[in-house]
């Protein structure tokens, strides 16, 4: 799937799309994604000078992100946004920084009427970045 694809389901654009193309899906069981980080990025111009390193919290968005495709991908949760409700078990191994291909594997553990809990690592080069578990709710999009 690429980006074009990505924002017909998911609501995020720029600058919070954290997802440049989707590697895998297996529906209802697990998803592959990818960020690919630049120096473009607008947070690396604070986060830190002279020492560009992606914010752990938008590590756990990209996982979430790739995560959310797993469901907003079906035709029966369209219009639906995914809400974090609870974010568990966060580590982070390894910084991630510009130049980094930065790989989300999402499994859902269970999804029970419009809530659910993920599994997520991001790696780098095969070195794990991050693991978390993240539980989410589907609500209705708002029009604006």
């Known amino acids: 799937m ?11 654009r720029y600058p ?3 997802v440049d193309r989707i590697l895998e899906v297996v529906p209802g069981k697990k ?9 473009n990025e607008a947070f690396f111009q604070g986060h830190y000078p002279g020492m560009p390193i992606m914010p752990g919290v938008l590590i756990i968005e990209a996982i979430a992100q790739a995560g959310a495709v797993l469901l907003l991908a079906d035709e029966k949760y369209q219009g639906l946004v995914p809400v974090i409700g609870a974010v568990d078990k966060v580590k982070f191994r390894r910084p991630v920084v510009p130049g980094d291909q930065l790989i989300s594997e999402v499994e859902l553990d269970w999804f029970k009427s419009s809530i ?6 991001a790696t780098v080069d095969g070195e794990v970045a991050a ?4 539980t989410f709710k589907l609500s209705r999009r708002k029009s604006t």
Do not use: A, Q
Not at 2 to 12: A, D, F, G, K
Not at 32 to 38: A, S
Not at 131 to 134: D, N, Q
């Open 116 to 121: 659910g809990r993920i599994r997520g690592t």
């Open 31 to 39: 998803v592959i994604g990818l960020k690919n980080v630049t120096i």
């Open 131 to 134: 693991t978390i578990e993240l």
């Open 16 to 18: 919070m799309l954290l």
């Open 2 to 12: 690429n980006v074009t694809e990505i924002m017909e389901h998911l609501p995020h």
